[in-house]
């Protein structure tokens, strides 16, 4: 008796990591390709539409972000028959390797992308740096980057200390500095909260005619988990690709935050922390008239108790 042929309905969560890798090459071999780029890397490639994603991702934000423990590009493959190319990494790596520059200069060289009407790359974190700076081999394609590193060159951003033990890295040669590369794209976007420090410093970096600036302020330092928990990721992608992800649309795409409990509990703490007490009061009153949450009913009626007009 032979096991089931895995298919893109089947969930890979929690499988280790060579089990993982081996369905996913039954998945897409029908229609694609599964490739090892050196040791920590691979390519995952699905031929389906005329558009292209190619996603960055890392093994352990697969299994962590997606319910069937598969890459976030075959969501897009699965509602709007995009291809997708998923470029992974075991642990974070910022996709620094000559395997990986090897491939991407393969697929210039055979005219990949060329094959496709629109390319677009994208990535989270040390994934968006990756999304930017290989975005160079597929001129007009469009670029979403989710609080992106310009660099860990210390020699521009000694002042990030996050990432420390990367700097023995070389981001100086290929595909090194990711801002510069997004000068072939057609357009870019880069997703931040301005009150996250380092963040907003290397957003500041992707400054270019061609880049907007989405700011997701209070949101805090996941904001690819917040998208994906509002519901809002995939709208997000498919309006980048029609050319309809202005700094408007997105506006109304982000009034989900109203109803997202994490970003209501950030922006208190904010409040609380300037001691802005007119303004906590505001959101506590709006808040509690639409949803159930202790901590702004205790906050309101702390207020009330501690201001001497509410007291008889």
Not at 27 to 39: S, T
Not at 69 to 86: E, H, I, V
Not at 111 to 132: K, L, N, R, S, W
Not at 290 to 295: N, S
Request: negative net charge.
């Amino acid at each position: 008796m032979t096991d089931k042929m895995p298919t893109l309905d089947s969930s890979l969560a929690d499988l280790p990591t060579k089990q993982w890798l081996h369905q996913v090459e039954q998945i897409a071999d029908e229609d694609g390709y599964l490739q090892p780029l050196g040791k920590r890397h691979h390519a995952i490639f699905m031929e389906e539409g005329a558009t292209l994603l190619v996603s960055f991702e890392t093994l352990q934000g697969i299994q962590a972000l997606s319910e069937l423990g598969q890459p976030l590009g075959w969501d897009m493959l699965k509602q709007l028959g995009w291809s997708s190319l998923c470029v992974t990494s075991d642990g974070d790596t910022w996709f620094r390797d000559p395997s990986v520059y090897a491939y991407f200069d393969r697929l210039i060289d055979d005219g990949f992308f060329d094959e496709f009407d629109q390319v677009i790359f994208y990535g989270a974190g040390p994934c968006a740096y990756a999304a930017a700076a290989y975005s160079v081999a597929s001129p007009g394609a469009t670029v979403i980057a989710i609080q992106p590193q310009a660099t860990l060159d210390p020699r521009l951003t000694e002042w990030d200390n996050r990432f420390t033990d990367m700097r023995i890295h070389d981001f100086s040669t290929r595909y090194g500095y990711a801002p510069d590369m997004l000068e072939a794209a057609e357009r870019a976007y880069v997703f931040y909260d301005p009150r996250e420090k380092l963040d907003a410093m290397h957003a500041a970096l992707f400054t270019r005619p061609n880049v907007t600036k989405l700011r997701m302020r209070f949101m805090g330092d996941a904001l690819q988990t917040d998208l994906l928990e509002m519901d809002i990721w995939a709208t997000i992608l498919e309006a980048a690709a029609t050319d309809e992800l202005t700094e408007n649309h997105f506006a109304k795409l982000y009034r989900a935050r109203r109803d997202y409990r994490p970003y209501l509990r950030n922006m208190l703490d904010a409040l609380e922390g300037e001691e802005r007490k007119h303004l906590i009061e505001l959101l506590c009153v709006n808040v509690n008239s639409r949803m159930r949450m202790r901590r702004f009913r205790a906050t309101l009626r702390d207020l009330h108790r501690d201001d001497p007009e509410d007291q008889d």
